[in-house]
RNA sequence: GGCCCCGUAGCUCAGCGGAUUAGAGCAGCAGCCUUCUAAGCUGUUGGUCGCAGGUUCGAUUCCUGCCGGGGUCGCCA
């Protein structure tokens, strides 16, 4: 139940209603109007810009079209007020009673409160993380991750089928670099003195199980045979053990992938898809041979003029030509890369969702534009970059370098601060912002530490209902009781800007799916939870807004639907953001 | 140098895809709180929305150019 959206209607039947009566000529354009919160509360309940939006094509002026809209929306079901302001607004206030029976329905609707349908079951597939399996993930990575997931989650409560996948870097350079690594923890294992990890290699612990691993596997074997025949079984040890490493790193996370996509696959097996995606580029005209100019201004060392095969990426709006194979006839990466998106197009996804560090932000313009050549401007492509996250402790930043050992990992952070402050911090700050991660501030049990003060107002309802049924152990508190309260009684403002503010839910959901932000539903949440706690204090000074009320069985059961809706989209909220919503905090 | 992101109150950040008087938290200031509903509460001072143009009836929001911070720049992924 929207409310925005349910007078969004009653606006465009208001405006027809001026048609058919020649007050505003026939055929105008609806769709820039809008029904959204006044910025100001106290300018109403709803505003709609659209005697503005409308005021050239009707060739009129903003305040008159809006004159004879606000008389229309009077008579509008529940409307108590129909006021125009400032340019041509329209602001509405509803009626208390209104209000209160979308408070039922949310009752009513329970879980699914705020659930919607605008996705229509559309496919998406939502790509995230994809680290590397050369080593533990970092913090970076968690906020992808993290990200990634809430994404999912929250397209998912939408109404969107999504798909949460993985992309496994498995088939470059690095994970060549990555068995050579091991290759070299094998002979330690075997009692070899490695001395030093030599430049060039990783030299982090985390490769010392697996050194162990491969001596168990294969003894002294591997030692006698050539590079060629040793690397491909200890890189695919390597690989394997990494992955379950990040599997369990992000377990760890609560973050679960449907599919892991090797780039390997791509290529073994007897088939070539990359070869495949070059062809169908070729044919369709995007592929040629030539050469490329230089960078302008970066210096590249080792610049090498050629004649090699070229994505026509400019065609599709990014800066140059891209390459797809290197010098030493390898595919490149984005070759692999643009095979992977054509495999998820085949797959039936029409929205692709690619979650990268900012890092990879001089990718985005060649990956928009293989999209647009593979998906024949049918496929939407959406990359959302996730900024750096800068690890501080009680305000001081943390101490890292990249000499192993003494960097902190993702798995150290979910260990010492715990999955919830980590989840939510990460996603109350949009995914373009730089974040500073405080290990000391996220676990503080203060109003200063948003984590805490969002769970808290959930824990907080939920010991309402625990008093409550030690105070008035006669009294029902079940579903069906609850919906049946008479809720006359909450017509208080703070009460009544608790239930306005649950309102809100729906419309902020699909705003959030929509521009694919996670990030509003934190800041919602926390908002939500700032009115709960404001009308909680006032209930201190003021015994009769206390929602227990030992002798009024009928207050207290019109409080206990309050917070029964405030709960349930506490409850959804965080399931979105993967943060648990707490009985009690301790 | 090219490209991308960011620049909003002293600090950390929102700002609903252009509109009504630009918001929140912290800090600051002023009160309340010897009490119970749970980790204090209430009120309040701070802003030419980096700068300069442009589009528009209307720009923090869109466009262009600067300035400042970060990232990135074939044969890494």
Request: overall charge negative; charged content about 25%; glycine content about 8%.
């Amino acid at each position: 139940m929207n409310v925005f959206s349910i007078y969004l209607g009653h606006v465009h039947d208001a405006l027809n209603a001026l048609v058919k009566e020649g007050a505003i000529p026939a055929g105008l354009d609806f769709s820039r109007v809008v029904v959204e919160p006044p910025k100001d509360e106290t300018h109403g309940d709803l505003a709609t810009n659209a005697a503005m939006v409308l005021a050239k094509d009707a060739k009129q002026k903003p305040r008159d079209i809006a004159e004879k809209l606000a008389a229309k929306l009077k008579s509008a079901p529940h409307v108590a007020k129909a006021d125009v302001a400032g340019p041509g607004f329209i602001n509405l206030a509803l009626e208390n009673g209104f209000w209160l029976e979308v408070l039922r329905a949310a009752i009513g609707a329970g879980k699914d409160f705020g659930r919607s349908g605008l996705g229509k079951g559309e496919k998406v597939n939502v790509e995230y993380v994809s680290a590397n399996p050369t080593g533990p993930m970092h913090v970076g990575h968690g906020r992808g991750a993290v990200f990634g997931d809430a994404l999912a989650n929250l397209l998912s409560f939408a109404g969107y089928a999504v798909t949460r996948e993985y992309y496994i870097n498995d088939a470059g350079a690095q994970v060549d670099v990555l068995a050579r690594s091991a290759f070299l923890r094998y002979r330690e294992a075997l009692g070899d003195d490695i001395g030093a990890i030599p430049e060039g290699l990783y030299p982090g612990d985390y490769l010392v199980p697996v050194g162990k691993a491969l001596a168990e596997k294969y003894g002294r074997t591997l030692l006698q045979k050539p590079d060629g025949d040793w690397l491909p079984l200890v890189r695919q040890t390597a690989i394997d053990m990494m992955m379950d490493m990040i599997r369990e790193d992000l377990a760890a996370l609560e973050i679960r992938h449907e599919v892991f996509f090797s780039e390997r696959s791509l290529t073994s097996g007897g088939k070539d898809k990359v070869a495949e995606t070059i062809e169908f580029l070729r044919k369709a005209g995007h592929i040629y041979e030539g050469r490329l100019p230089p960078p302008k201004g970066a210096p590249v060392e080792d610049w090498e003029d050629r004649e090699q095969t070229l994505f026509s990426a400019t065609a599709f709006g990014d800066d140059v030509d891209r390459p797809l194979m290197k010098s030493d006839g390898t595919y490149t990466y984005f070759a692999a890369d643009m095979a992977y998106h054509r495999d998820k197009i085949e797959r039936g996804f029409r929205t692709l969702i690619d979650v990268w560090g900012a890092d990879h932000g001089g990718y985005v313009k060649r990956m928009n534009a293989a999209v647009g050549a593979l998906g024949a401007g049918k496929v939407a492509l959406d990359v959302k970059l996730c900024q750096l996250v800068r690890l501080m402790r009680a305000g001081e930043p943390v101490k890292m370098s990249k000499r192993a050992g003494e960097f902190i990992t993702l798995r150290e952070v979910v260990d010492e601060v715990g999955v919830d402050p980590v989840r939510f911090m990460m996603l109350f700050r949009k995914n373009d912002a730089q974040l500073d991660f405080d290990l000391a501030k996220v676990i503080e049990q203060s109003r200063d530490n948003p984590v805490f003060y969002v769970q808290y107002a959930h824990a907080r309802g939920r010991s309402v209902f625990r008093n409550a049924k030690e105070a008035m152990p006669d009294l029902s508190t079940d579903a069906s009781a609850l919906s049946a309260a008479d809720l006359t009684v909450l017509s208080d403002e703070a009460e009544l800007a608790l239930v306005k503010k649950l309102a809100q839910w729906p419309r902020l959901v699909e705003a959030a799916a929509e521009f694919h932000e996670p990030h509003r539903v934190a800041f919602y949440l926390y908002d939500l939870a700032s009115t709960f706690h404001s009308l909680w204090n006032k209930g201190k000074d003021a015994p009769h807004l206390r929602f227990i009320m030992e002798d009024n069985p009928k207050f207290t059961m019109a409080r206990l639907s309050l917070v029964s809706g405030l709960v349930g989209v506490l409850a959804s909220g965080l399931a979105i953001l993967g943060v648990r919503a707490a009985e009690e905090m301790r």
